[in-house]
């Protein structure tokens, strides 16, 4: 499989020239399949981009949502295959306590924030309420789980063909404990992350500054690393970058971080327009 970053930035979109190395669109992320098939995760601002390729070249996207904060659904009315009559879109995301997924999305996709509903898309939509028992879309399994963050917010684990992909953008694996990490079972987003040959992980503060937002829902790069750790996996991809960074400040912290801490695996910093290729 082929994971593309489309957005890496967190909490607010930040183009700029002082951001034009990591990318200022907010997360998006594309996997490709041998075989064609098409997952999206996160519908940030990225997603334009993104559904511009698909447009002509597949005739299916799966969109995987982990949450519907608006950094993560923005680019969702300005997503391509909505508007393809013959396109078959399947959207999976995480309902409420009290609202249906349709709902949720139709609050967004209605106006006054958005001149068309979400009814009035003319592609085959179907949507589809998450965490679920696990999906299989072409040749991927994808399994799904709620993990810490405010609001219903789920982690994505995708595998092909003995590798694995785990997508956690917005994740606080650390909330209320003062010596992270704890054992497996008492660690959110454990089970989704284990043995990993990537996984893309929220890292948006500092060790410094993550007491000051215990809470907001984000991890340090610290806690990112000892989660991975933890988890196993073969490499990380730093994810969510705080929309404050420019890539100035994101190279020193990053480069600063990982010489202190020497992880036993790569610590890839999330860039927008990477792709990684996942093969035996």
């Avoid at 684990?157 to 909330?175: M, N």
């Avoid at 996996?233 to 190279?251: R, S, T």
């Amino acid at each position: 499989m082929k994971v593309t970053l489309w957005g890496t930035r967190g909490s607010l979109a930040t183009p700029g020239p002082e951001t034009e190395r990591y990318g200022g669109n907010t997360s998006c992320v594309e996997v490709r399949g041998d075989d064609g098939t098409a997952l999206v995760l996160d519908a940030g601002t990225g997603l334009r981009r993104l559904g511009d390729s698909l447009v002509g070249n597949v005739k299916r996207v799966d969109l995987f949502l982990t949450h519907l904060h608006m950094d993560h659904i923005q680019g969702l009315g300005f997503f391509a295959p909505l508007f393809v009559p013959d396109m078959e879109v399947h959207i999976y995301g995480p309902s409420s306590t009290t609202l249906s997924l349709q709902v949720r999305l139709a609050r967004y996709l209605s106006p006054p924030l958005f001149p068309v509903r979400l009814r009035e898309v003319p592609c085959k939509l179907t949507l589809h309420e998450v965490p679920a028992e696990n999906i299989q879309v072409g040749e991927f399994e994808i399994s799904s789980r709620l993990v810490c963050h405010p609001g219903p917010t789920v982690g994505y684990r995708i595998t092909a063909k003995g590798k694995t992909v785990t997508y956690l953008p917005d994740h606080e694996p650390a909330l209320g404990l003062s010596n992270f990490p704890l054992t497996p079972d008492w660690t959110s987003g454990y089970p989704l992350a284990a043995d990993a040959d990537l996984l893309i992980h929220d890292s948006q503060y500092t060790a410094e500054q993550y007491p000051n937002h215990i809470g907001w829902g984000h991890s340090s790069l610290v806690d990112a690393i000892k989660f991975a750790k933890l988890a196993n996996v073969k490499q990380l991809v730093v994810f969510h970058h705080d929309p404050a960074n420019n890539d100035e400040y994101l190279d020193k912290f990053i480069a600063d971080t990982v010489s202190r801490m020497k992880p036993p695996f790569d610590v890839l910093p999330g860039t927008e327009g990477t792709t990684y290729n996942l093969s035996n």
